[in-house]
């Protein structure tokens, strides 16, 4: 099995960065940079690069969010918003 690349996706200054080996974007809210960092991760899985996106889940710790070939593409509205909201929620702890 191959090993899979990581997205981080994490907040900074007030904004949300989408990190990897061929990204770096900064965005205003995580809706958008966790569909920014699962989109990346899909089209290089496809490219046959498995990556997995992690979010930001308190300070210098992250958590698995979306697996390329584990998890499904495009993910719901509403697993986006669970993700979101458990990231958060995580965080702030």
């Not at 099995?1 to 995580?30: C, N, P, T, Y």
Request: charged share 25%; net charge positive; hydrophobic share 40%.
């Amino acid at each position: 099995m191959a090993q899979h690349a990581q997205i981080l996706v994490r907040k900074q200054r007030g904004e949300w960065s989408v990190k990897g080996a061929d990204l770096d974007q900064i965005f205003s809210d995580q809706l958008a940079a966790i569909k920014a960092g699962i989109d990346w991760a899909n089209k290089s899985g496809k490219n046959g690069r498995p990556v997995m996106v992690l979010c930001e889940s308190g300070k210098r710790r992250f958590k698995t969010v979306w697996t390329y070939g584990v998890d499904d593409y495009p993910p719901t509205e509403s697993r986006l918003l669970e993700i979101c909201v458990d990231a958060s929620t995580t965080a702030a702890r």
